[in-house]
């Protein structure tokens, strides 16, 4: 499983992905992206940055609450156990 997050001055983006069989291309499985609201474009970047993986933890726990995978959180590292 590849996770990149992605914060620029007024948009955070998301990609999971995993590789193929073969292990030698990646394949993106999941993207979203969101617009900074007018509030959230002034913050610094280190609070954008935490505004982003609060809003991906948010949004990719409730993919893994409804699968069979076990998602362990971990002081800043996301470990995803299949």
Same mark, same amino acid.
């Given at each position: ?6 914060v620029t001055e ?14 030698n291309k990646e ?14 474009? %002034?913050?610094?970047? #280190?609070? &954008? +940055? /935490?505004? @982003?993986?609060?809003? %991906?933890?948010?949004? #990719?726990? &409730? +993919? /893994?609450? @409804? ?16």
């Amino acid at each position: 499983m590849i996770l990149y997050l992605t914060v620029t001055e007024a948009v955070m983006r998301y990609v999971q992905g995993q590789y193929d069989e073969s292990r030698n291309k990646e394949r993106a499985i999941y993207y979203i992206s969101k617009k900074f609201t007018e509030c959230e474009f %002034i913050y610094t970047v #280190i609070e &954008k +940055l /935490y505004c @982003a993986l609060v809003w %991906i933890i948010k949004k #990719i726990m &409730k +993919l /893994y609450v @409804a699968s069979d995978h076990v998602v362990d959180f971990k002081c800043g590292s996301l470990e995803v156990y299949l």
